[in-house]
């Protein structure tokens, strides 16, 4: 696997898309710019692995990249949600 600055860039704007639709959609706020891209990449890596199974491979490209990590990452935040302790009283 070779890292192009391009491609790392690209990973960088599809996790934070990926993120802050997620955080947004199901969190109802984001995580942060930081947050957001790592929960969209490691999103992206659960949603190609999901998509995988699926039957589907071959190259998504840009826009196809970014709904797998969002559904990646939807399903990374509910698992969050599942496993963290409740915050209670921080406001």
């Given at each position: 696997m070779v890292l192009a600055p391009g491609g790392i860039i690209a990973w960088l704007v599809v996790g934070l898309i990926a993120g802050f639709?997620?955080?947004h959609f199901v969190e109802g706020e984001g995580f942060?710019?930081?947050g957001d891209?790592?929960?969209g990449i490691?999103?992206?890596v659960i949603g190609g692995f999901i998509v995988s199974l699926l039957?589907?491979?071959g190259v998504a490209g840009f826009w196809g990249s970014i709904v797998v990590a969002f559904i990646g990452a939807v399903i990374l935040t509910l698992l969050l949600h599942?496993?963290?302790p409740r915050?209670?009283?921080t406001y």
């Open positions: 639709l997620a955080g942060g710019v930081v891209i790592v929960v490691i999103g992206a039957g589907f491979s599942a496993l963290a915050r209670v009283g």
